[in-house]
């Protein structure tokens, strides 16, 4: 925390809603039967913006008044880790560092956490990705640049990388910063997405790409004054 804000990362999350006719609960409800010993189920959802604080594994809706600033590049912070890629294929044939617990290298990626990729002289500010499609074979290691949509974006990592994982960023170049305001409940389709209610303090369509990066913020959260 500094001067009483607190890090995290912006996160939508997808909020479960009733069916708008019962004809589509009925159709709904029989497929969950068919499909029940997959363990999954079907439903009806839309994106509702949250973040996801430095210090829980618990995200927290975004509420009118948090004062937030958001990152497209990363300066400082606690760094988990700075390291050189140098991949062990022994055991998995896209690799897992050297030297690093497999289960922890995994769940960084999970959860994306921010990171700062240098290549060849290049920084690249991003999150980490486990990177995953039809023929990959696979997670392929990967950091998605901040603001960089699909492959544009996309650096699957290589041996001779640095690599600098952080837990919390406290300081970089800001994207945006001011007041959260937000729109009443109003679900729209937005691309391929459905969100739960209009971002008023910039353009819905901005906020939920930046929600999808799981950019690194600084909140002070208005019921803190």
């Not at 069916?19 to 029940?36: G, H, P, Q």
């Not at 008044?65 to 896209?94: A, N, Q």
Request: hydrophobic share 35%; aromatic share 10%; net charge negative.
């Amino acid at each position: 925390m500094i001067d009483h804000f607190k890090a995290g990362t912006l996160v939508a999350k997808y909020v479960e809603l009733p069916y708008e006719t019962e004809e589509e609960k009925a159709k709904a409800d029989k497929m969950n039967a068919e499909i029940a010993h997959l363990g999954i189920r079907t439903l009806r959802s839309a994106n509702d913006w949250f973040y996801l604080p430095a210090d829980s594994k618990e995200p927290v809706a975004l509420r009118k008044g948090d004062f937030v600033k958001v990152f497209k590049t990363i300066s400082e912070g606690h760094v988990l880790h700075d390291l050189v890629i140098d991949f062990d294929r022994s055991d998995y044939h896209h690799g897992f560092q050297k030297g690093m617990d497999q289960g922890e290298w995994s769940k960084m990626f999970r959860n994306e956490l921010p990171a700062k990729l240098i290549r060849d002289g290049k920084v690249i500010h991003g999150a980490l990705m486990p990177f995953c499609e039809t023929g990959t074979e696979g997670v392929i290691w990967s950091v998605q640049e901040y603001g960089g949509l699909g492959y544009d974006g996309l650096n699957c990592l290589q041996d001779g990388d640095q690599l600098i994982i952080f837990n919390a960023v406290y300081s970089g170049e800001v994207e945006w910063e001011g007041k959260i305001d937000l729109g009443p409940t109003d679900i729209k389709k937005i691309d391929w997405s459905e969100v739960m209610r209009d971002t008023l303090h910039v353009p819905t369509k901005q906020w939920m790409y930046m929600s999808y990066d799981h950019r690194p913020i600084l909140i002070k959260p208005a019921l803190e004054g």
